[in-house]
């Protein structure tokens, strides 16, 4: 009687609520990050990233998030720790919605380049 009480309440109360949109693969996104200034991009409209790994020049200075819709922080994209800066890597994937402006930084000298590697979806209403 229970579970049938309990499915009939899932039923009644949450068949009826919808998710926000579906998520379709559009494409994988292999960002080049150049060292000493932040590479900026923002997520088309009606897209969302996952982002999935970095690669960098160096263990000593890698891939980082240095920025969100402006709002700076420091967070490694690798398994990289600096706890003398209290700098931890963030946990992956990651994910940013629609409209996000996300910025980029690796490496610490002129000619350093890194990489992030994004899936990028179509969100379906």
């Known amino acids: ?71 700076p922080m420091e967070a490694y994209l690798t398994g990289y720790t600096y706890l003398n800066y209290g700098i931890l890597p963030i946990p992956l994937p990651y994910w940013l919605p629609m409209n996000t402006q996300v910025s980029f930084n690796t490496g610490s000298g002129v000619g350093q380049k890194g990489y992030v590697s994004i899936i990028e979806f179509n969100v379906i209403p």
């Open 1 to 71: 009687m229970k579970i049938q009480l309990l499915f009939f309440t899932f039923i009644f109360f949450g068949a009826p609520c919808k998710a926000q949109g579906n998520l379709e693969f559009n494409q994988a996104l292999h960002l080049e990050i150049t060292c000493c200034t932040a590479s900026t991009f923002t997520v088309p409209v009606g897209k969302v990233w996952k982002i999935e790994g970095s690669m960098a020049y160096n263990n000593n200075s890698p891939t980082r998030i240095t920025a969100i819709n402006g709002n």
